[in-house]
């Protein structure tokens, strides 16, 4: 027996829909990885592992290069890290940027998803945490830009995720109403930003959510694919 799509679970109209990337449509920790650990080498510091960074993941790229200053140096006090942080954040833009994607496979079910989505008649816009400037050539790369009408980084608006004011701008751009646009992302962060603006939220089982098992997460259903949604 088919299991019925959650769009029909939700059993409310929608217009559109908010797509996350890294976690839900983009597998980037293999990214992450690499440009930080140029980016700790240039610096002289010592190395990260992926699970480490996979807990670190999802507030934006400022935020994950301090996390992880602090985490290679425990006993370095906030303004060590502070004075640190440029040098690291120019390093890291410079390293992502060359790798952006090399290590980053698009999960099973994306495409399928996306396409249903917008069979279904959905508007679609992708918002993230990551800098526009990553965001952009790597759903180009992964030939995922043609699905969306609209891509906002984390550094679109004055705040980032978990604050719902991402949420509001992106349906303000989509002309939609928040009660009738889905979010679709993979951790707290996404559930947390679209209860507070309105929106019904389907978190994807599989992406990283801060180590934190996403089930645990409020949110309207959860999906072990985008192709699953419709």
């Known amino acids: 027996m088919t299991a019925m799509p959650v769009i029909t679970q939700l059993a409310r109209p929608l217009d559109a829909a908010i797509i996350d990337l890294d976690g839900t449509m983009v597998h980037t920790l293999g990214d992450f990885a ?39 140096q425990p006993l370095a006090s906030g303004e060590h890290i502070e004075a640190q942080y440029p040098d690291a954040w120019a390093a890291y833009q410079r390293h992502y940027l060359a790798v952006n994607g090399q290590y980053a496979p698009v999960y099973p079910g994306v495409e399928q998803g996306l396409q249903a989505l917008r069979a279904a008649g959905l508007r679609l816009a992708c918002l993230t945490n990551k800098p526009t400037a990553f965001a952009v050539p790597l759903l180009k790369a992964k030939g995922l830009d043609g699905y969306f009408e609209h891509v906002f980084g984390g550094d679109a608006f004055e705040r980032k995720k978990p604050d719902p004011l991402p949420l509001l701008k992106t349906c303000e751009a989509l002309g939609t109403q928040p009660g009738r646009t889905l979010m679709v992302g993979d951790s707290s962060n996404d559930a947390q930003a679209a209860r507070a603006a309105g929106c019904p939220v389907v978190l994807v089982t599989y992406g990283y959510n801060h180590g934190q098992p996403v089930q645990a997460v409020d949110a309207d259903g959860f999906v072990d694919a985008l192709s699953a949604l419709v």
């Open 34 to 72: 690499e440009a930080l650990g140029r980016t700790l080498v240039d610096m002289g510091l010592p190395g990260i592992t992926e699970d480490a960074i996979g807990r670190m993941v999802g507030k934006g790229s400022e935020h994950l290069i301090r996390s992880v200053l602090a985490h290679v």
